[in-house]
């Protein structure tokens, strides 16, 4: 059972245009949701993230929306250079028993930005 | 900050043999440490999650006595997979707890077994 489900799965943005990547979740116990982005045979790094008790945080060119009645969220990124070709997993933070800490990953977006 | 560092980051065995892998939070103390596992355009698999000082809770379908973790101090995880075999090759990620919710990840080792 997928805990976070993310789309799309693979996205093609042309330079100076707006990425937007969406995930959405059922567990109501989640309490935090940070994005990473994965570049190949590298490990994911921390991009942004965020609680649920705000609806909106921004760092530079990446926002993260949150929709907490909806249980969805979603990343933009601003301004797509080609550097920003990666794959980029949403995930949401469990908290329960043993599992304290667990993130559950979406299945992944492969972001692809032409020049 | 919140540097996290693999070793080593590929290694290429021989079938039945045991590779140890080291996962060091450089810059921060971790109380938790997670290894995962990632197949080839595939999502972060969770292999288990390891606490300092205590045995390390593994996910289901992951076979404990195959996947060793120790958890020995606050900034040191290793996974030590043992009689590897062709199907354990993969890319094996680590990540370290700080605070109560960032977590930062390692970047990865690339397990070839031969």
């Known amino acids: 059972q997928q805990q976070v489900k993310q789309s799309p799965q693979s996205l093609i943005v042309q330079k100076g245009g707006i990425s937007i990547i969406n995930c959405a979740y059922e567990?109501?116990?989640?309490?935090?949701f940070p994005w990473y982005q994965q570049f190949p045979g590298k490990g994911p790094a921390l991009l942004i993230a965020i609680r649920p008790d705000v609806s909106e945080k921004k760092e530079g060119r990446f926002t993260i929306s949150f929709n907490k009645s909806a249980k969805q969220f979603s990343l933009h990124i601003m301004d797509s250079q080609p550097g920003d070709s990666a794959t980029y997993f949403c995930?949401?933070?469990?908290?329960?028993?043993?599992?304290?800490?667990?993130?559950?990953f979406g299945r992944g977006t492969q972001l692809t930005v032409w020049p | 900050g919140a540097v996290v560092s693999q070793h080593p980051s590929w290694v290429i065995c021989k079938s039945g043999t045991s590779v140890k892998i080291e996962c060091r939070s450089l810059d921060f103390q971790a109380t938790t440490m997670f290894w995962y596992r990632q197949f080839p355009k595939q999502s972060l698999m969770l292999m288990a999650t390891s606490n300092e000082g205590s045995k390390a809770t593994y996910e289901q379908g992951v076979e404990k006595d195959k996947f060793l973790i120790n958890h020995a101090s606050l900034t040191l995880s290793t996974l030590t997979v043992t009689s590897a075999h062709p199907e354990d090759s993969s890319f094996y990620i680590c990540?370290?707890?700080?605070?109560?919710?960032?977590?930062?990840f390692g970047p990865g080792t690339r397990l070839t077994v031969t």
């Open positions: 990540s370290a707890a700080r605070y109560a919710y960032e977590q930062y």
């Open positions: 995930a949401a933070r469990g908290d329960r028993g043993s599992t304290l800490g667990r993130l559950y």
């Open positions: 567990n109501t116990a989640f309490d935090y």
